[in-house]
């Protein structure tokens, strides 16, 4: 069928798609309602951005000059500065800063984080999310250690694809200004 409909109307129809989809991410991703069966409803908490055609959180804080690809996501009060370009399928989650002219790749989940400027995040990578800490309590059950800080990358700092940053238990995840990390490294809460 898209190879007989003309160009615009089919961008329309892909538009529209995309729409839908979004709304149903946007409620599994817990922004709205699961109640909200459609889009529009959708669009109460989370709105399409104007450059990229992501979508974002109505009070997440962005420059005009950021980019937010379509199929990314940019939740409440998330902060993205001067020139920030967020990848499709990147997930930027709540009260997450990005410092000006970072770029954030495909399919890159940052919670409990802030990231400096000047940045590079590759493709697939995780940062802030909960790291594989467990204590044995008293009665000898394994608990799992709470985590509850942030991990907080430097300015002019690399972080290579599928790269996973913990957020910490007992002191912040601090990744120094210049720091360039490879493919495929697990850094592990409270490194420096």
């Not at 699961?34 to 889009?39: L, R, V």
């Not at 370009?85 to 770029?103: D, E, F, K, L, N």
């Not at 990578?125 to 985590?147: L, N, S, T």
């Amino acid at each position: 069928m898209a190879a007989i409909l003309p160009r615009t109307v089919r961008s329309a129809a892909e538009a529209a798609q995309s729409l839908r989809s979004a709304g149903h991410l946007a409620r599994s991703l817990g922004g709205v309602s699961a109640a909200c069966s459609n889009a529009g409803t959708a669009s109460v908490e989370f709105v399409p951005w104007h450059n990229g055609g992501g979508i974002l959180h109505r009070t997440a804080s962005v420059d005009p000059t950021a980019v937010v690809e379509v199929g990314a996501f940019v939740h409440s009060g998330a902060v993205l500065g001067k020139e920030v370009v967020v990848g499709s399928g990147a997930v930027v989650g709540p009260s997450v800063s990005i410092g000006q002219s970072t770029r954030i790749g495909y399919n890159v989940v940052l919670s409990n984080c802030s990231v400096g400027e000047f940045c590079t995040i590759h493709n697939g990578a995780c940062i802030g999310q909960d790291g594989f800490g467990f204590f044995v309590d008293e009665d000898g059950q394994v608990k799992k250690k709470p985590q509850m800080l942030n991990a907080r990358i430097g300015d002019h700092v690399e972080i290579g694809s599928n790269t996973c940053i913990d957020r910490g238990s007992w002191r912040e995840t601090l990744i120094g200004d210049h720091t360039k990390i490879d493919n495929l490294v697990q850094s592990l809460e409270s490194a420096a």
